[in-house]
C-alpha cells in the first residue's frame, strides 16, 4: 500500500496539516486548544500537527497565552512569508504592484512610471522590477515570489500562439507572452484582462455582493465589459468576451455622435473629452478631462456632460442584456467613478426609455484599484492552494 494511500496514517498526518494551516490563516494565531476545537482534533493529535508544521517552517510560534488555571498556552500562527505572489495592474503609463499571501494580508502597493518610448518597454524586465519593488515594500523575499497575476488592458488567446491583444502595452511580445514571461522569470504568471478581474472585485467586495448573474461596463479611456454568471466569469472560447469597444453603433446610437463609428468612438477617452468641450471645459484628452471634471467647481458642467454620457452608454448596453439578460449592470471604470450613483440611475431611465429591459444599474463601491483588487483575490486563492498543498507534499517526503 503506498505511503499516501487514503486511510493511512501518513495520509491522515496530511489532511490534518492542511487543515490546521488553514484554520490558522483563516483565523489567525490560535492556541492549541482553539485549533482543537476549529479542527475538530484531540489535543494530542493537534501537538503532532503543530510540531510538523514547526519543522516544516510552514507555522511559528508568537509566544504564550495566559490561560485560567495559570498555566501559559503557546500561541501559533501561519508563517505566509515563505510563498508568496504578486499582483499587477498596468495600463498604458503606470505599473502598479503589491504582494499577495495566503492569509490575505495587506501590503502596501507601488507605482512605477512606464515608458512612454515602445522601444524602451520589456515585459519581463517591467515584470521583474515589480516583483523587486513590491517585495521590498511588503519586507518579503522576492524569492518567495512562486506566482505572479498581471491584470491588462487586452487579453491573450489560450491558444497554442498565446496571441497578445492590446493597444496599450506597446513594445511586449504579441506571441508567447505568457511562456515567454514563465521562462524567464521562472515563476508561474496569469494574465487576466483587467475588466474581468475589475468584476471579481464587485462580486467579492462592490456592488455585486450576493447577486446572481450580472454585466460590468468598464468606462475609461478604453471600454470593455464582463459578464458575470452566478460567479462564474465568461471569458469566451478565444479569451475575447466583452470587448465591446470594437462593434460598431446602431443607427440610433451614432445619431448621437455622427462621426462615432465603433462604441469606442462613443463613450470612450477621447468621446469623454469632446464632451466636455462642448460643455465649456477647457481641458485637451481624456486624462485633462477627467481632472477638470474632477473639481468642484465643475458641478453643473459634470452634470451636462453625464447626462449626454448617459444616453449613448444606455445604447451601447443594450447589445450585452439582449446577449445576456442580466438582472444587474455594474458601471465601473475612471469615467464612470465620476459620475457615481446620479450616472448610473440616468442610464437606466436611458434603457428604460429606448428597450424593452430594466435591469438594475448601479455605480461601483469598489474602493481603490479595483483591477489590483481583483488581481490580488485572484491570486491570493492560488497562492493559498499552492502553500497548503506544498505543506501536505512536504509532510509526506
Known sequence: ????????????????????????????????????ELVGVSKPTASQMMSRLLQLGAVEEQGLLAGSAGRAAVVYAA????????????????????VVDAAGTDRPVVRMPLPRDPTARSAVEEVRRAID?????????????????????????????????????????????????EDDLGRTVLIENDVNLAALAEREFGAAVGGDVFALLWLGNGVGASFDVAGDLHRGSYGGAGEIGFLPVSSEASAL?????????????????????????????????????????????????????????????L?????????????????????GDAFAQAVAGGIRRISRWYPEVRATSVEGDAVLRGARS???????????????????V
Open 378 to 396: 485572484l491570486l491570493g486563492s492560488r497562492v493559498r492552494e499552492e502553500l497548503l498543498d506544498s505543506v501536505a507534499a512536504l509532510g509526506r
Open 79 to 98: 508563517r505566509t512569508d515563505r510563498r508568496v505572489g504578486v499582483a499587477l495592474d498596468l495600463d498604458a503609463f503606470e505599473l502598479r504592484a503589491t
Open 319 to 339: 447589445p450585452v442584456i439582449a446577449t445576456l439578460d442580466p438582472r444587474l449592470i455594474v458601471l465601473a471604470g475612471p469615467t464612470a467613478n465620476l459620475g
Open 133 to 181: 519593488a513590491a517585495s521590498e515594500a511588503a519586507g518579503t523575499s522576492p524569492d518567495a515570489v512562486h506566482t505572479v497575476c498581471l491584470g491588462i488592458p487586452g487579453y491573450v488567446d489560450p491558444g497554442a500562439g498565446g496571441e497578445l491583444f492590446s493597444e496599450t502595452l506597446p513594445g511586449w511580445p504579441v506571441r508567447g507572452l505568457r511562456t515567454i514571461l
Open 257 to 317: 455622435d455622427p462621426a462615432a463609428r465603433t462604441v469606442q468612438d462613443l463613450v470612450g477617452g477621447r468621446a469623454v473629452a469632446l464632451l466636455a468641450q462642448r460643455h465649456g471645459i477647457d481641458a485637451d484628452g481624456f486624462h485633462a478631462a477627467r481632472e477638470a471634471l474632477a473639481d468642484p467647481g465643475a458641478d453643473d458642467a459634470r452634470r451636462a456632460v453625464f447626462d449626454d454620457l448617459a444616453e449613448r452608454v444606455a445604447h451601447i448596453a
Open 1 to 36: 500500500m503506498a505511503a499516501n494511500t487514503p486511510g493511512t496514517p501518513s495520509w491522515l498526518g496530511a489532511v490534518n496539516d492542511r487543515a490546521g494551516l488553514s484554520v490558522l490563516l483563516d483565523h489567525g494565531p490560535l492556541t492549541r486548544n482553539r485549533i482543537c
